[in-house]
């Protein structure tokens, strides 16, 4: 059974962090590429954060120099190192998975999310 648990979220204040980790089971995690999204009320779910294979990363502009993702293949455990926090960063995190099977179908998988507030 497949599953991806986020952890990590909560209220914090302009100008703090959290980190984010989320777990995962079920799959061969060191082959996936592993993401951080997220979704602020009445907007779409867009991409935070991106991890490959090889531990190379990107990032939205709008938190390059402030996240950092990262991910512990022993572990089966992607990060998300927030700092500087800002008001507009307040969304739903949710961390994905994702691959191709052997026929180059995709493979993706999906966290319950967890809910990141940042007000003060």
């Known amino acids: 059974q497949v599953q991806l648990v986020e952890s990590g979220g909560g209220l914090v204040q302009p100008g703090g962090s959290l980190r984010l980790s989320c777990a995962a089971s079920g799959f061969l995690f060191r082959n996936y590429v592993m993401n951080w999204y997220r979704q602020a009320p009445g907007k779409e779910r867009e991409l935070v954060a991106r991890i490959f294979i090889d531990g190379s990363t990107n990032y939205a502009d709008s938190v390059k120099g402030r996240f950092t993702i990262s991910r512990d293949n022993a572990k089966n455990t992607v990060f998300l190192q927030m700092n500087n926090l800002k008001t507009e960063d307040t969304a739903v995190y949710f961390c994905?998975?994702?691959?191709?099977?052997?026929?180059?179908?995709?493979?993706?998988?999906w966290g319950q999310g967890t809910q990141v507030t940042v007000s003060s």
């Open positions: 994905n998975g994702e691959a191709r099977d052997p026929w180059g179908r995709p493979l993706t998988y």
